[in-house]
């Protein structure tokens, strides 16, 4: 295993407050997909807040490079995201954009939605480890992280980053480092999970090893505020939050961040225990009981207690499949498996995607049940 980072001093404030909430034991650090002979590495992830700030934070790091040395197609799969990069794409194109850098573009599915437009413009992507697979005269990739990367004299109008500042180290670095990347003027596009709505209904995908820090709109204006950064325009639904934002000469006036999340964390893990306990009660005179995701959330119930008397996982994801979940003995199948079986049952904790699910595997087999 390699060497863990050590956060012990807040990742807004820089003081050593910290204080430990709560610790998940030896926890999968990839939130994949492998195949069967290879070997997992787990390690505790441990949670802490900070009492100048408030906000919850990991305070054991995976190093970046370990951490992305494979990518999980995440954002890549399903309507809800289709949905988000249409709706984020068309919140960009109602401002101007000339040279654009994407920061994590992954496979390109943002830019696909500017490949009709006319209007001319250049379009780099710079991202660690997913293959871009958009072919386009205007497109340049990058490979590599944000704070590592010389650009040299280059400088962007337009900057985007898509569910990508949860996944930094140090958000202060990482914008500081985008703001000396913009023209005065130019204008910074981010698309940020909903985070509180995620906690508050007891989702399972938005603290984890690469998602390291809580983060809402009022972190993000202290953050832009502190790196010359004035925000424009906030629109916001139960999935994401848009925020555009303009690169200012002056530093703009902003509020410390003092809002406590530590009950909100505290209530989120309560109820993921309530709900895995009621599970299990139920899974005692079940069979053919099937887990949904090859992904986080699976990890998270597996890793609270849920228990392995489950058939397979299933999982859309071409890549993932008859593969084994990270960290876990179970083998991923196409949700097509279900046909094969009468009154399935099927456990759904997928957040945000789980009405999309929900009816897709009924789609397969009407008789799907689900706990």
Not at 26 to 32: A, T, V
Not at 49 to 72: A, C, K, M, R, T
Not at 194 to 200: F, H, P, T
Not at 239 to 253: G, L, M, N, R
Request: hydrophobic letters at 35%; a negative charge.
């Amino acid at each position: 295993m390699t060497k863990t980072i050590k956060r012990d001093r807040c990742v807004l404030t820089d003081t050593d407050d910290l204080t430990e909430v709560y610790t998940f034991k030896d926890f999968p650090i990839f939130c994949g997909c492998v195949d069967s002979e290879s070997e997992d590495v787990l390690c505790d992830m441990s949670w802490s807040v900070s009492e100048s700030s408030g906000i919850i934070q990991l305070n054991q790091l995976i190093p970046l490079d370990f951490l992305y040395s494979v990518g999980h197609n995440s954002g890549n799969i399903g309507k809800t995201w289709r949905e988000h990069h249409k709706n984020f794409s068309e919140f960009i194109k109602r401002g101007n954009y000339k040279n654009v850098l994407e920061i994590g573009g992954a496979t390109g599915n943002l830019f696909n939605n500017f490949l009709t437009e006319t209007k001319y413009f250049t379009w780099n992507i710079l991202e660690p480890c997913s293959e871009v697979k958009v072919r386009d005269k205007r497109l340049r990739v990058h490979r590599g992280f944000l704070e590592r990367y010389d650009f040299g004299d280059e400088k962007f109008d337009t900057i985007i980053h898509s569910h990508v500042l949860e996944h930094t180290y140090n958000p202060l670095e990482f914008i500081e480092k985008i703001s000396d990347l913009t023209v005065l003027g130019g204008t910074q596009y981010i698309s940020i999970p909903n985070m509180r709505y995620a906690l508050e209904m007891g989702y399972m995908n938005m603290l984890t090893f690469e998602h390291s820090y809580f983060i809402d709109i009022d972190f993000l204006k202290c953050v832009l505020a502190r790196k010359q950064f004035v925000v424009d325009e906030i629109v916001e639904n139960n999935h994401s939050i848009f925020i555009k934002a303009t690169k200012v000469d002056y530093t703009p006036e902003f509020e410390e961040y003092f809002s406590s999340h530590k009950e909100l964390f505290v209530n989120y893990i309560d109820k993921i225990l309530k709900d895995i306990e009621s599970i299990n009660q139920s899974m005692h005179s079940l069979d053919n009981v099937f887990l949904f995701g090859g992904h986080v959330w699976s990890q998270y119930l597996l890793s609270m207690g849920l228990s392995k008397n489950i058939v397979n996982i299933l999982d859309n994801d071409v890549d993932k499949q008859d593969k084994r979940l990270y960290g876990t003995d179970l083998i991923v199948k196409d949700p097509k498996v279900l046909y094969n079986y009468t009154e399935p049952k099927v456990i759904i904790r997928a957040g945000v995607y789980s009405e999309e699910i929900k009816a897709q595997l009924l789609s397969i087999n009407p008789t799907t049940k689900f706990l």
